[in-house]
Structures are given as C-alpha cells and as structure tokens.
C-alpha cells in the first residue's frame, strides 16, 4: 500500500520550501490558518505550485479558490 496523499504533499511541501517535514507542517498549518479552514495538504502544494510563491497569505488565496472550484 502507498503513502497516503497528505504525507505525499507533506514531503512535496517540504522540498518546494527547502526545510524538515515538521517545518513544512507547522507551514500547512499557518497557511490553513490564514485560509480560516482546514484546506488539505495535497491542496496547499497545487496551489504552491500554481501560485509560483510560498507567502501563506497568497497560498492560502490560491487554495481557497482551488477548493471552492471544486464544489
């Protein structure tokens, strides 16, 4: 059986950002934070990927949009 997606977003998170994966969790967690919900991990790292930054403030904007076209 294969990892699961949120620890394979967790290692994809922590290299995008260059740190430990307990850096790149405590990361997730602030940008889930500034989102005001809990936006999965898998989630954060598309929209790390897509927004080209790793400010929390415009990560969790890029996620926020990336779920709410998912609804």
């Known amino acids: ?23 790149a969790r405590r990361y997730l967690r602030d ?8 936006v999965p991990y898998k989630t954060i790292a598309e929209a790390m990927r897509e927004a080209g930054g790793t400010t929390p403030e415009v990560v969790a904007r890029r996620a926020a949009e990336i779920e709410e076209g998912r609804l």
Request: aromatic share 4%; charged share 20%.
């Open 31 to 38: 940008v889930q934070h500034v989102a005001g919900f809990p």
């Open 1 to 23: 059986m294969g990892a699961r997606p949120s620890k394979i977003a967790l290692r994809e998170v922590a290299d995008l950002l260059g740190v430990s994966t307990s850096e």
